[in-house]
Each structure stands twice: as structure tokens, then as C-alpha cells.
């Protein structure tokens, strides 16, 4: 039945019944010797119009053709961008040569669903072939990853073409003829131009891959699989190769796997533009906005199943677009601004690929012509970035290993500073535990019990204990600012001092004043704190002097509350010219007296002050002897040292007068 419809409409149009009887009416005749020895661009002979819905038939493109009004693609290769109407293109051709010709007619892009070619014979003899990316491999006429159709013309012959196309991506019809032996020449070419493409692709994705086991640097990981994903398994979909090397009988897979490595692709790029810019080092505000943007590419791939291929391929254009434009912006950000060289390979490279897959994405979008630099810019900018980035890995494993060397210098240099600190530690621990008293002394009605808890090995505070005379003991404790080897040499000058003074000063002020001469303006401005006592057994008096120390404490049994006893004094190393004033206070049997150092307060600190907590406890436990408080002291030291090392040292000394 169709073959009857379509004879009787080829006689309806050669017997003029139709206003226009031409096929394919106001078009220029092709002379088939203008294709001579070389392939030829159509785009000058073409006229098309569109159809929504498609149609299939040729007698129904031919009516079409006779009663629409046709526009000329006027020499520009059409391009429509993504849309879902089917084109359909009409072109003439004249055998004016006087033998048997065989033409290949040839879109040479490949991403085309449905591609329908009809030949219409001035004998009325119609040929026609189906073919396209949804459909077995084997329709195509000629084994290219293009569109091709084989026709005979006969000497002097005219022959009309239809020619219908239609996709779910992008519509680019760049229709080519050639004769057989000039198409053969082509396409061996155009396979040879792939195979250099891929071949550098591959031996670079190796040789990172080689690197990779080498260094074990993952950021050459992660670019063998960006160069995998995108400059191999895309490129081969983008390129029309998945049918011709791989699926040929498996339309719907070759169809329904472009989106996937679309978007498999624009995953690959943000662990491979991460780790090759160091973004987490470089830039951190950059790093979380790359790690939040591939999201999108990851979500996309999961919707492939639900949503339409044209919505989903037109995101992937959109989103890629914007991406180029990212990254470029920051891999210039981190080569020019944050100076990281390795980056400036990555900005050059990524540029390449960004204005060829610029090109092509506006050319898929409709707003780029179709022509040599638009069909293979993306390939020759992926080419040329594959190098470059082969440089720039270089590069930064260049830099990694500087910075890597850098760091182990800095760190043996640390190592031995810290064995030669340590070894100071060690001279300065002994250092000052030689200022401390080794035996305490002892005196008939006097109990003596001390302790010294430093913050570190080697602390900054100091006591000593004295006979002089029969019947007196000279206490003096001090607080020496900071930790360490300075404050070890510090308590050393003070012991000095001190030791210097007993010769001739019999009152605590007296000492205080004596160390205060000695050492005031000698040591580097330093400041410290004292409270010098003296104890007269047989007078039953305690003199006390303090220049800027915390108080100390005297109670007994009876006690209703503990007495603190602090004259005024200024900090020992503030002038020479200071006088310190001393106070003098009975004792009688069982009296108790605590000095110490400011860091018991932090021991006792909850809530409230640490000197009201020290008293309150105190208080409870008055009645106890000094062998028994300091006891208390010294394991409520280390229960609270469990929670954690304490931030000052602690010294105190204990007397009980029996």
C-alpha cells in the first residue's frame, strides 16, 4: 500500500497537478564534478523545514516539501541547539559526469537518535535507510561513528535527498557528500586523528597511573580517573565511538550512557581540581564550596532514571558551563594570588578545555556556528590540557617534596633544640634543687614539714629554712616568675642573695631588703615575690615581712577563724630604694603557721575564690597535726592533678609550735 501511495504522488508531482512540481523546490543543483576529489559541504544546497510531530514517511516529507514554506540554511551548517523537533532537509544532485558514480552522503556528528535518509530517482525507484544513535550500529551504510548513506547515480542522473533528523540533545546537521573512494579517504583519516587523540589520552592516564605507585600522591589518583572518565569513556560517547568499538547491537545502552558519563565526568573534576590546587590548605572557604558543588553531579546521576534525557542533558550543558567558569576563577585565584605554581599548569590547561568545551557546549546550545574548530575544539583542548597537566603534577610534586624537605629540616632542627633543651632542663632541675634545702633543720619545740610541687621539671618557686642563733629559724619563701632554665638562674641568685644577707641581717625586713639591693635591675627587669619570717623559740615570736607575696596563715584548735597575716611590701626587683616594714606576732604552744605559694589557691578554686575554699578547709581541720594537714594538702593535690597538670607550682611550708 505505501509503495502504490508513493508512485501515484511521484506521478501527481511530474504531471504538474501541484503548483510546484520540484521535489525539492528552489533549490540549487549540486553538479556532482563540484565534489571532486575531496568531501563537500552541503550547506549551500540545502532546504529544510520542521515537523512536530515527526513523520516518517516519504510521501508525507514530499507533500511537505511541495506545500511548506522552506528556509535555506544559505551556507551556514544548520544548528539548532537542544530542542525536540525533527528536521527534515531536502538537497538535489546531478550525475554530469558520463559514468556510474557512487556517492556517500554523511552527518558528521553523532549524537543524533534517529537519522532517516531517502534517495528519490528520477525513475520513481526510492531508497532509504533508518539509522542513528538508538538504533543497531549495523543500519549505517559505512562503518563511521558518524551517519552514512550509500547511493548510486547513473550517468546524467538527478537524484533527490530527504533527509530527516531528530534527537533528545542537541540537533547539529553538518550533511557532507563525497564520492566513495574521497569518503574512504576521509574517514581512515578521521580514525587516524581519533587514535592519536586517544593514544596520547591513554599513555598519559598509564604513565599518572605509574606515577601514582611511585609517589603514592594522591592527587595523581585522582586525574587518572578524571582523565579516564572524561578524556576517555566520555570523549568515546561524545565522539560516536561506544557503537562502533564496544555496543554495537545495544542502542538503548550507547543512548541512556552519554547522560551517565556526562555527569560522571563533571564528578571527576572536583577531587582532581581539589587535590591538584591543594584547596584545603590554599583556600578552605574554596575547598567547602567545591565539596558542596559535587553534590549536583552526584544527585543528577541518581534522577537519570526518573527525568526526562533532554531535561537532564540540558542541566548537565547549564551546570558545566558555570562550572568552567569557577574553576577558572579559582585555579587563577590560587596560581596568581595565593602564588601556588603548581596551580598555574592547572589554569593553563583548564583553560583549553574551557574554551573548547565552551565552544562545543554553545555549539550543542545552538548559539556557535558548526565548523572545524567548533566540532573539535573539546578534544584538542582535553589534548592539549593532558600535557599540561603532566607539567603541572610535576610541578607539584616538586613542590610537595621542597615543603616535605623543608618540613624534616625544620624538624631535625627542632629535635636537636629539643635534646639540647632537654639537656638544659636536666643542668637547670639540678641547678635548682641544689637552692632547695636537702635536710630540713631541727629544733627543740618547733615541727617543720614543707612541700614543693613544680608545674613542669623545672619550677619558679623557692623556700629555705635557717637556724640563726639558739633560739631563732629564718623561713623565707619566694614565687620567681616564669618556668624553666631563666627562673632555675634566677632562684640561684636568689639563694645567693639570701644566703649573703644571713650574714648580717636579723630581721625579715632586713633580708628583704638586702635580696631586694642585690638583685633589683640585675636580671633582666625580672620581678618576684617573698615573705621572709623568723621564728624566736624563746621569746615566742613570729616577725613577718612580704614584698608582694600572697599571706600566711596562723591558727590553732581554738581558733574561731584563721588569722592572715600580710604587711605591705612592694615586689623585690621593683627598686632599690624600698623599705620593708615587718610585723610581730606572739606564739604560743599549738599555734600552727602555713606559708605558700599563689598556686595552691587554683588547687582549691570552685565556684568561689580559692583563698575563701582554702580557709573554710583549713578551718574544719585545725585541731589536726601538721604531719596530718599536710597530708590533706598533698592528696587533695593529686586528686586534683588527675583532671589535668596544674598552670603553676606549688610550695608550702608547715611549723607547729609544741
Known amino acids: 500500500m505505501k509503495q502504490t501511495f508513493t508512485f501515484i504522488l511521484l506521478c501527481l508531482l511530474h504531471t504538474n497537478i501541484f503548483p510546484n512540481s520540484e521535489p525539492c523546490p528552489n533549490t540549487p543543483i ?55 523537533k525533527q528536521y527534515w532537509f531536502c538537497f538535489v544532485i546531478h550525475n554530469d559526469e558520463n559514468q556510474y558514480k557512487r556517492i556517500i552522503t554523511y552527518i558528521k556528528y553523532p549524537l543524533l537518535d534517529d537519522v532517516k535518509f531517502f534517495a528519490l530517482r528520477e525513475s520513481g525507484e526510492i531508497k532509504e535507510n533508518q539509522q542513528g544513535r538508538r538504533f543497531p550500529f549495523e543500519n549505517r551504510d559505512r562503518d563511521y561513528r558518524g551517519f552514512s548513506f550509500a547511493s548510486d547515480l547513473l550517468p546524467s542522473e538527478t537524484v533527490t535527498y530527504f533527509v530527516g533528523v531528530k534527537t533528545d540533545s542537541s540537533v547539529s546537521v553538518p550533511l557532507m557528500v563525497a564520492e566513495e573512494k574521497n569518503f574512504d579517504a576521509f574517514a581512515s583519516l578521521d580514525t587516524l586523528l581519533q587514535g592519536i587523540y586517544f593514544g596520547i589520552v591513554g599513555v598519559m592516564t598509564i604513565y599518572n597511573l605509574f606515577v601514582y605507585f611511585m609517589v603514592r600522591d594522591k592527587a595523581y589518583i585522582f586525574y587518572v580517573l578524571y582523565l579516564f572518565i572524561s578524556a576517555i569513556l566520555f570523549q568515546f560517547s561524545l565522539q560516536g565511538l561506544l557503537p562502533v568499538l564496544f555496543f554495537p547491537n545495544s542502542p538503548e545502552l550507547v543512548y541512556n550512557a552519554h547522560n551517565f558519563l556526562y555527569f560522571l565526568f563533571l564528578i571527576t573534576c572536583f577531587p582532581m581540581s581539589i587535590t591538584f590546587m591543594n584547596l584545603k590548605e590554599n583556600a578552605p572557604r574554596i575547598y567547602k564550596w567545591f565539596l558542596g558543588l559535587t553534590i549536583i553531579p552526584i544527585i543528577s546521576i541518581c534522577l537519570l532514571p526518573f527525568l526526562p534525557y533532554r ?37 593553563s590547561g583548564y583553560l583549553m578545555v574551557i574554551v573548547g568545551g565552551l565552544a562545543t557546549v554553545l555549539k550543542y546550545m545552538g548559539f556557535f556556528p558548526v565548523n572545524a574548530f567548533t566540532e573539535n575544539a573539546f578534544q584538542i583542548g582535553m589534548a592539549i590540557e593532558v600535557l599540561l597537566m603532566a607539567f603541572g603534577l610535576g610541578d607539584r610534586i616538586s613542590v610537595v617534596r621542597k615543603e616535605k624537605d623543608k618540613i624534616q629540616m625544620k624538624a631535625e632542627i627542632n629535635k636537636q633544640k629539643l635534646i639540647a633543651y632537654g639537656k638544659e632542663l636536666k643542668l637547670a632541675q639540678k641547678l635548682q634543687e641544689s637552692t632547695l634545702p636537702q635536710i630540713l633543720p631541727k629544733f627543740p619545740g618547733l615541727i617543720i614539714k614543707t612541700g614543693y610541687f613544680p608545674a613542669s621539671l623545672v619550677g619558679g618557686d ?5 637556724v640563726y642563733g639558739k633560739h631563732q629559724i629564718c623561713g623565707l619563701i619566694a614565687d620567681v616568675t616564669g618556668h624553666g632554665v631563666p ?26 631588703e638586702s635580696i631586694n639591693v642585690s638583685l633589683a635591675g640585675n636580671y633582666k627587669n625580672q620581678f618576684l615575690t617573698a615573705s621572709a619570717i623568723f621564728i624566736d623559740l624563746e621569746l615566742k615570736q613570729l616577725k613577718v615581712a612580704n614584698a608582694g607575696h600572697p599571706a600566711l596563715y596562723k591558727f590553732n584548735e581554738h581558733s574561731k577563724s584563721i588569722e592572715v597575716i600580710r604587711p605591705k611590701g612592694k615586689l623585690i626587683g621593683y627598686s632599690k630604694e624600698v623599705l620593708y616594714h615587718e610585723e610581730v606576732h606572739k606564739l604560743s604552744p599549738g599555734d600552727k603557721i602555713l606559708l605558700f605559694t599563689d598556686g595552691i589557691w587554683d588547687l582549691w578554686e570552685n565556684g568561689d575564690s580559692g583563698e575563701e575554699e582554702l580557709l573554710n578547709w583549713l578551718l574544719t581541720r585545725k585541731a589536726e597535726s601538721v604531719e596530718s594537714l599536710y597530708g590533706g594538702i598533698d592528696e587533695h593535690i593529686r586528686l586534683r592533678n588527675k583532671e589535668g597538670p596544674a598552670d603553676d607550682d606549688i610550695t608550702l611550708i608547715l611549723f607547729e609550735i609544741t
Not at 640561684?492 to 633580708?511: C, H, S
Request: hydrophobic residues 50%; without cysteine; aromatic residues 18%.
Open 487 to 512: 627562673a632555675a638562674i634566677e632562684a640561684a641568685m636568689l639563694k645567693i642573695a639570701y644566703m649573703q644577707t644571713l650574714a648580717f641581717a636579723n630581721k625579715p625586713g632586713k633580708v628583704l
Open 30 to 84: 549540486l553538479p556532482l564534478s563540484s565534489t571532486y576529489g575531496s568531501t563537500y559541504d552541503l550547506s549551500h544546497h540545502l532546504a529544510y523545514f520542521t515537523a512536530n510531530p515527526a513523520i516518517h514517511s516519504v510521501a508525507s516529507v514530499s507533500h511537505q516539501f511541495q506545500t511548506n514554506t522552506l528556509q535555506k540554511s544559505e551556507g551556514v551548517i544548520p544548528n539548532f541547539g537542544n530542542t525536540e
Open 462 to 466: 623557692f623556700y629555705d629554712l635557717t
Open 311 to 347: 531535561l537532564m542533558n540540558q542541566a548537565g550543558d547549564i551546570f558545566s558551563f558555570l562550572l568552567a567558569f569557577f574553576a577558572l576563577f579559582v585555579s587563577y585565584y590560587i596560581a596568581f594570588v595565593i602564588k601556588f605554581p603548581p596551580a598555574r599548569f592547572y589554569f
